[in-house]
């Protein structure tokens, strides 16, 4: 595992100039001019002349990678451009929109604990009981019902029929609990199960039948000895799918109407602002990156084995 | 394939792979005969018959253009299935083909493969995928093309991973010593050894574009209205969301049975594999 992180840390810079450059080059998947789309957005007729001088302007004339540079360049001094729609520099735009992103999958996380702890731990100490196969049945769906949807009937039963909850928007406590257990429910299912059978693995390992051999109590064994070596794979995962719940709340935010990054972003593809789009890739990316690293580095660092385990 | 024909009777032992086989063919048939089963012409707008209720000569009722609520669904599992069938037939080949390349070959080729994977890998998925349908528009084809871009490197790996341990065993150790060529190598001693693993992948496969396709549908960026899919069934009545909920949920029943019966086949495949953990 060590090694496996310094081999990740040797290839970062790669990866770093790699996801630029697809970020970059995005743009080049387009299938009509970037300089036209520029020029309607401004309201600017798209004669011939204009197109050329736009694509001047842009840089769109230099060769592929001279503009990758100067876009490189920029970049490095967070400097992404500007909107073609609201002329603002596109780092700031996002910033704005973060901070509810960012509330929303913390409060996502929150219902992941809240979720798949109680039900992938208790499910498997009463395996094959009741409350086990409703929570299996609560992973199934939760894994395969559309996070669209489920935000619907999440609405329909307790905006609509129970008038508990506000339906969209971002304010109140009360705004965050349906938006974020609608983002929450995919991953939580996928611990739940994940949990399950970690519990179940450290469960039937030698350590738990010596500790039973020895006649300690199984409210102690399960308490310091299984669940603490369960927890570990969980808690990493549960890491990495914090990038995914920044990239998931898309699809979450526009179903409630969340102000955050992932409508911005929706929107901005349909105005075709590619400066925003291109930013916003990099942008999850390389918060994808750090998050990855960070719990590589904290998995290292929490289990013991790993941490010791090349000094010999 | 000795043991896919085993594992197929250890399958039907199994209930909930028994019910998901039996959802999913219900769906294929449905999907097939469309034409047969459908009361009405599932893009006929008739606005004088818009939202009604369920009764006998529009089995689940009309959306707000009066079309037949039934016989889009049936016309839509065509579209959702075929697609995500499309996505998973693509998915797979070119992943197997850079799986099997890079672990078998190994070298410079799984180097330049492997992280060429990396960069890929380092973009959260649905990210990559939503952004290069963004640039390239809307539509199946470029769903298609962004779903294999933001996947490859994933199945690849873990095709890579299924090759390389296979690569050192003893039997194909044997085949070289004794100068079969690669090629017979790759398709008599590795294919047939990985297939079953890879058919959980795609089983899983499938689920998971079902899902992302109507998704992307229902931002308004995969497949465009009028064209019946679940997903655009989905957006389209998101606004008689107040006053008709039950035209949600259909589209949305339909896409979650779909992919749960899929989900629940590709695990029922894995424990039968007697593989672990998430493939």
């Known amino acids: ?312 | 394939m000795t043991d896919l024909k085993f594992s197929f009777t250890e399958l039907m032992q199994r209930k909930p792979a028994l019910v998901s086989l039996v959802i999913i063919l219900i769906l294929v048939l449905g999907a097939v005969c469309a034409p047969l089963l459908a009361p009405h012409d599932p893009e006929y707008v008739e606005l004088g018959r818009a939202l009604l209720r369920p009764q006998t000569d529009y089995p689940l009722g009309t959306d707000h253009l009066g079309r037949c609520v039934f016989s889009r669904l049936l016309y839509g599992s065509r579209v959702s299935l075929g697609a995500s069938s499309l996505v998973m037939i693509c998915n797979i080949s070119i992943s197997l083909v850079i799986g099997i390349l890079a672990g078998y070959k190994g070298g410079w080729i799984d180097e330049i493969f492997m992280r060429l994977g990396d960069i890929f890998l380092a973009f959260p998925n649905l990210v990559l995928t939503l952004v290069i349908v963004g640039m390239m528009g809307p539509g199946l084809q470029n769903i298609l093309i962004a779903m294999v871009i933001a996947q490859w490197a994933w199945y690849a790996r873990i095709i890579r991973g299924m090759v390389l341990s296979l690569r050192e065993s003893n039997f194909v150790l044997a085949a070289r010593v004794s100068g079969v060529p690669s090629f017979h190598i790759l398709l008599h001693h590795i294919l047939p050894n990985i297939s079953s693993q890879v058919l959980i992948l795609a089983t899983l496969n499938v689920g998971w574009a079902i899902l992302h396709i109507s998704g992307f549908s229902f931002l308004g960026l995969g497949i465009q209205p009028p064209t019946p899919e679940w997903g655009v069934m989905l957006k389209d009545s998101r606004s008689y969301f107040w006053s008709d909920p039950l035209l949600m949920l259909f589209p949305g029943l339909m896409i979650s049975s779909a992919v749960v019966s899929f989900n629940l086949l590709g695990d029922a495949l894995k424990e039968i594999a007697g593989m672990k953990g998430n493939l």
Not at chain 1, 34 to 63: H, K, M
Not at chain 1, 73 to 78: K, L
Not at chain 1, 163 to 172: V, Y
Request: glycine share 6%.
């Open chain 1, 1 to 312: 595992m060590k090694e496996y992180l310094f081999q990740r840390l040797i290839g970062l810079p790669l990866v770093l100039v790699g996801v630029s450059f697809v970020s970059f080059a995005l743009v080049q998947l387009v299938p009509v001019d970037p300089a036209e789309v520029y020029l309607r957005q401004a309201q600017v007729l798209p004669t011939e002349e204009a197109i050329e001088l736009t694509r001047i302007e842009l840089g769109l004339d230099r060769p592929l990678y001279q503009q990758f540079l100067s876009w490189l360049q920029g970049v490095i001094r967070f400097d992404f451009g500007r909107s073609f729609i609201s002329r603002k520099p596109v780092l700031d735009e996002i910033l704005y929109y973060f901070p509810a992103t960012l509330q929303l999958t913390a409060a996502a996380l929150v219902w992941i604990l809240l979720i798949s702890f109680p039900l992938g731990i208790f499910g498997a100490l009463y395996r094959e009981s009741l409350f086990d196969r409703i929570s299996r049945i609560i992973a199934y769906t939760g894994a395969s019902i559309p996070n669209f949807w489920l935000g619907f009937l999440l609405i329909y039963f307790f905006s609509y029929k129970l008038d508990l909850l506000p339906t969209m928007g971002r304010g109140s406590t009360a705004h965050v609990i349906l938006p974020s257990l609608t983002l929450a429910m995919g991953t939580a299912s996928v611990y739940i199960r994940l949990l399950r059978s970690s519990m179940l693995d450290n469960l039937e390992k030698d350590f738990t039948l010596y500790a039973r051999a020895r006649g300690i109590k199984e409210k102690w064994i399960i308490g310091r000895h299984v669940l603490k070596n369960a927890l570990l794979p969980v808690i990493t995962a549960l890491g990495m799918s914090i990038g995914n719940l920044l990239a998931g709340s898309i699809i979450v935010e526009n179903v409630f109407s969340w102000p955050g990054v992932g409508r911005y972003i929706v929107e901005a593809i349909f105005n075709r602002d590619y400066p925003v789009i291109q930013c916003y890739v990099l942008f999850m990316a390389l918060l994808f990156l750090g998050i990855n690293l960070l719990v590589d580095i904290t998995y290292v660092a929490m289990d013991p084995r790993i941490r010791l385990g090349n000094k010999k």
